[in-house]
């Protein structure tokens, strides 16, 4: 499956942003789809991901409560919701897809990758 992610830009601390990331290939809608986020100096995070068997969602403690991880199994693609955005939340977001329909949040699970969009969060 291919990955491409979109939606990324600068904005101003307690915005919002949606990213897409749009997935083709064979049988997209059988992959679990999650997003990584990475910072300059750090190692790639969990943000989200969506199960696709049972529609199960998993969140990372640091954007709990504030970002949504949503799917739209029509157009193959998947969403991520990010609201009151911190200047922490600065980073180049990946979307991941991975065949397993348990999440995992570990980066070395996933088998593909899309390239990155960056977001970029001003106090």
């Known amino acids: 499956v291919q990955l491409q992610a979109s939606g990324g830009g600068s904005v101003q601390a307690g915005d919002s942003l949606r990213l897409s990331c749009a997935a083709t290939g064979r049988l997209p809608n059988r992959y679990t789809m999650a997003w990584f986020r990475q910072s300059a100096g750090k190692e790639r995070e969990f943000v989200a991901a969506?199960?696709?068997?049972?529609?199960?969602?998993a969140y990372g403690d640091s954007v709990k409560g504030r970002f949504t991880i949503s799917r739209d199994n029509a157009k193959n693609t998947v969403y991520l919701q990010m609201n009151s955005l911190k200047p922490e939340d600065t980073a180049v977001y990946y979307c991941a897809a991975d065949r397993s329909p348990k999440i995992y949040t570990s980066k070395r699970v996933y088998e593909n990758w899309g390239k990155g969009t960056l977001v970029t969060v001003s106090s």
């Open positions: 969506f199960s696709w068997s049972g529609g199960s969602t």
